[in-house]
């Protein structure tokens, strides 16, 4: 395919969600973890050891992207939707 032709880009329509009380706007069929990673925000928790913890596989096996959602604890977020108004809170020293 030349690099000149585009392919059409069709997004869902406007959300937002909050991180740690941080407003992420998004779209809706995204993933949490794509949202707040487009937001710029790569930690998602920490360890026990308190060194940052962040998405690695990305297809729903290492648990690396687990945040809580609407106090819902170890949810991962690669492969988890969006939805309006979703509140996802960090996971510290798991
Ligand atoms: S990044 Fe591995 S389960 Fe989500």
Redesign the pocket.
């Known amino acids: 395919m030349s690099p000149s032709r585009k392919l059409p880009t069709r997004r869902g329509k406007d959300l937002d969600i909050t991180f740690d009380g941080r407003v992420v706007p998004c779209h809706e069929g995204d993933t949490v ?1 794509a949202a707040l990673l487009v937001a710029g925000i790569h930690e998602f928790g920490t360890t026990r050891d308190g060194d940052p913890r962040q ?12 945040v809580t959602i609407d106090g819902r604890p170890l949810i ?4 988890t939707p969006v939805r309006n108004g979703m509140d996802v809170t960090s996971t510290k020293g798991y």
């Open positions: 973890a998405p690695f596989c990305n297809m729903g096996t290492c648990f690396d992207c687990a991962r977020a690669c492969i």
